[in-house]
């Protein structure tokens, strides 16, 4: 017999696994949760090819912004925010309020595509 509290924390690992292992689901230790299939078509939609050389996304060769090979992987975003699921959304969303001065200009994404464009990044790893 499980204790109360015991239970409470097995439903809740068992509800956060369940949010990831939903197909196109990307889920972080923060319960983030972003769709990556539509963040593929959303990264098409919004050009962000035009500037960045990004992996499986045919014509996005850009010689701008950094290339986002393995963007998942790194430590940090534009060298200085943490990398995580939600700062990529927020940088994503709006990054001169991320990071003001930065050269990636504002392109008025949404919340809900900043995020799944973040889960897309989150599988170039």
């Given at each position: 017999?499980?204790?109360?509290?015991?239970r409470l924390l097995t439903a809740s690992l068992l509800a956060m696994s369940?949010?990831?292992?939903?197909?196109?689901?990307?889920?972080?230790?923060?319960?983030?949760?972003?769709?990556?299939?539509?963040?593929?078509?959303?990264?098409?939609?919004?050009?962000?090819?035009?500037c960045h050389d990004i992996p499986g996304i045919a014509g996005a060769d850009g010689n701008v912004g950094p290339p986002l090979h393995r963007i998942g992987t790194r430590t940090y975003i534009a060298g200085y925010i943490q990398n995580s699921p939600d700062n990529m959304a927020?940088?994503?969303?709006?990054?001169?309020?991320?990071?003001?001065g930065n050269a990636m200009p504002r392109m008025d994404i949404p919340q809900k595509d900043a995020r799944d464009i973040a889960a897309f990044l989150y599988t170039l790893k």
């Open positions: 017999m499980m204790r109360p509290t015991t369940a949010a990831a292992c939903e197909p196109g689901k990307a889920a972080g230790p923060d319960n983030f949760v972003g769709d990556a299939r539509r963040g593929t078509d959303l990264v098409k939609q919004y050009q962000c090819g035009s927020d940088w994503i969303e709006d990054p001169q309020r991320a990071l003001p």
